[in-house]
């Protein structure tokens, strides 16, 4: 398996507009997470699946935040409208059960 | 809700040193799983070592060792023989009711 899939690997847009970051699981993980990091605030869950139903939402910032898993092997997170203050790097990772996560290589999102 | 503490945000050690790096969690839970994750200047979050809470042996993995203590909520890491390759940033996790929390971080650096 390829592991963890996220895209871009960086994204550098301007204030305002949609911001749409991709990932693709481990097949066979049925748990999947979606953490941003900052040096302000280190490792923040934002959201994650179980089964693609969304269980925990209560990192999700604001509601310019959104997340979908429409199948197994997709997910994306989206910000929409973006601001400079959500500039982070953005890290999906994928589970079975109660075994280690792993994650994707994350995605650098520059908001000017 | 839990919470991971990290309380050293740097550390350095010389080559072919030991080092130790602290981690306390809580957690009302009776059964759960900690995490070791290392992160170097490329960013991928790459897992060093796991300990299952049920278990009183303390895991190892090579140069890697935990010292667990159940009832102080505490979970080290030890890195013997430490190589310039350790440096990194090293991120303590609690897995409790499957939401993986993560602490500030220690950043390690390997001197030559």
């Known amino acids: 398996d390829a592991g963890v899939i996220q895209s871009p690997r960086h994204e550098v847009t301007e204030m305002g507009q949609e911001v749409t970051l991709r990932c693709k699981p481990i097949?066979?993980?049925?748990?999947l997470f979606w953490y941003r990091q900052t040096m302000m605030r280190g490792l923040e869950l934002l959201i994650y699946f179980n089964n693609n139903v969304p269980i925990d939402d209560s990192g999700m910032p604001e509601d310019r935040f959104s997340a979908k898993m429409p199948n197994a092997s997709f997910s994306t997170l989206k910000i929409q409208p973006s601001e400079p203050r959500d500039s982070a790097v953005y890290f999906c990772a994928s589970r079975q059960g109660a075994l280690e996560a792993f994650f994707g290589q994350g995605t650098r999102l520059t908001v000017v | 809700a839990q919470t991971v503490t990290q309380s050293q945000p740097e550390m350095s050690v010389q080559e072919a040193e030991t080092v130790t790096l602290s981690c306390t969690y809580d957690t009302s839970e009776n059964n759960y799983y900690l995490f070791w994750y290392k992160q170097p200047p490329s960013r991928q979050m790459i897992l060093v070592i796991r300990?299952?809470?049920?278990?009183?042996q303390n895991a190892t993995e090579n140069r890697f060792s935990v010292n667990f203590q159940k009832a102080a909520k505490s979970f080290s890491l030890k890195i013997s023989d430490s190589q310039l390759g350790d440096t990194a940033m090293y991120f303590c996790?609690?897995?409790?009711?499957?939401?993986?929390?993560f602490g500030a971080g220690t950043t390690v650096t390997v001197r030559a």
């Open positions: 300990q299952e809470a049920y278990k009183q």
């Open positions: 097949s066979g993980h049925d748990y």
């Open positions: 996790a609690a897995l409790n009711d499957y939401k993986l929390s």
